[in-house]
């Protein structure tokens, strides 16, 4: 799959297979998080490759956004060093990476919020400093997601050209 296709197809997938992901899209995955570019090459994320059942459940049972976490096959934590400027830009960035690396390779996402982080943290060993961005959990789509069917606002109500307000199309 191309770039601009699994941009234009990439859906959130909230329901997943009990099906493992082969370890080398697992690696895929988190290096496409690892290669993502970062302000001054700080790279200051840190990723928890998560596959223990017990404690995807347990990471479920914390999120309540994220309840589904608990089906996953695999969960990536993403944790950033709590003094950077731009840990939460370049971490997005990476999240965003490594979702895109997965639908590729039609291993479907979500980010889940980590608002309970301070429950969260212990059961990672995720140390002080360091703070708990997202869990991202991953994994083979349950159901067919569709080809791409987005509901967007048209490009002309979200863009603009050479100055707000000036339609882009």
């Known amino acids: 799959?191309?770039?601009?296709?699994?941009?234009?197809?990439?859906?959130?997938?909230?329901?997943?297979?009990?099906?493992p992901v082969p370890e080398d899209v697992v690696r895929e995955i988190v290096?496409?998080?690892?290669?993502?570019?970062?302000?001054?090459?700080?790279?200051?994320?840190?990723?928890?490759?998560?596959?223990?059942?017990?404690?995807?459940?347990?990471?479920?049972?914390?999120?309540?956004?994220?309840r589904y976490i608990a089906?996953?096959?695999?969960?990536?934590?993403?944790?950033?060093?709590a003094n950077s400027a731009y840990g939460v830009s370049d971490a997005s960035r990476a999240i965003q990476d490594m979702l895109l690396a997965a639908w590729s390779r039609g291993v479907g996402g979500n980010w889940v919020g980590a608002r309970d982080a301070a429950a969260i943290k212990p059961v990672l060993g995720i140390p002080e400093g360091v703070d708990l961005l997202a869990i991202v959990p991953f994994g083979y789509p349950a159901q067919s997601v569709g080809a791409g069917k987005k509901q967007r606002k048209p490009l002309g109500e979200v863009a603009s050209r050479e100055r707000f307000g000036q339609p882009f199309a």
Not at 1 to 15: G, K, N, S, W, Y
Not at 43 to 65: E, M, N, Y
Not at 71 to 81: E, S
Request: hydrophobic letters at 45%; charged letters at 20%.
């Open 1 to 19: 799959m191309d770039t601009f296709e699994a941009i234009r197809t990439l859906l959130a997938v909230r329901a997943f297979r009990d099906a």
């Open 31 to 66: 290096e496409a998080g690892h290669l993502t570019a970062s302000a001054g090459n700080g790279q200051p994320w840190h990723f928890i490759v998560v596959q223990d059942k017990d404690t995807l459940r347990q990471l479920g049972a914390l999120s309540p956004s994220g």
């Open 71 to 81: 089906q996953a096959q695999l969960a990536v934590v993403v944790a950033t060093d």
